[in-house]
């Protein structure tokens, strides 16, 4: 029975159960950052990293990343671009041509793309942040109460009495 309850309170650290909903809030808007962040191929990364290095709550983190996933990639991808030109205010960018694809070539024609996706890539990842954090806080203090009403009706009368 002792290594049940070991395992058990490891399961609440490792969780972060017991953190304040502002922290676990955090995690999950920092978690929406690294999901619309340009950082392609380094989300997973970047969560562990800010996991490890922040003592963030890596459930929430994931959570909060995994809105960019193979459904919502190009939809992502899309507004991130559309905001990155029209805050760079770029006329028209010129496009791809597929015949020569050397990588001084590519390079070349991928280059006017790159400062509209990184910009409107941060753009996105913050806005996303700030609109996330207020709901995951709401969402974790309503679920929170909820819980705690429950389990209160649930004692029988005179238990909570001390």
Aim: charged share 10%; net charge positive; hydrophobic share 50%.
């Amino acid at each position: 029975m002792a290594a049940l309850e070991q395992l058990r309170a490891y399961g609440i650290r490792l969780l972060h159960l017991a953190e304040p909903p502002r922290r676990t809030a955090l995690a999950f808007a920092v978690g929406i950052f690294i999901a619309f962040s340009p950082t392609y191929g380094l989300h997973t990364l970047s969560v562990l990293f800010c996991t490890w290095a922040f003592r963030l709550n890596g459930l929430a983190l994931l959570s909060g990343s995994l809105i960019n996933n193979p459904w919502t990639l190009l939809p992502i991808l899309g507004a991130t671009f559309w905001t990155g030109v029209h805050l760079t205010g770029q006329p028209d960018i010129p496009p791809i041509h597929w015949t020569d694809l050397s990588a001084r070539a590519l390079y070349g024609q991928v280059r006017p793309y790159a400062l509209p996706f990184f910009l409107g890539g941060f753009a996105l990842s913050l806005l996303g942040a700030l609109v996330s954090y207020p709901i995951a806080y709401w969402a974790i203090i309503t679920h929170r109460a909820r819980r705690a009403t429950a389990s209160a009706e649930q004692l029988p009368p005179g238990a909570g009495v001390g």
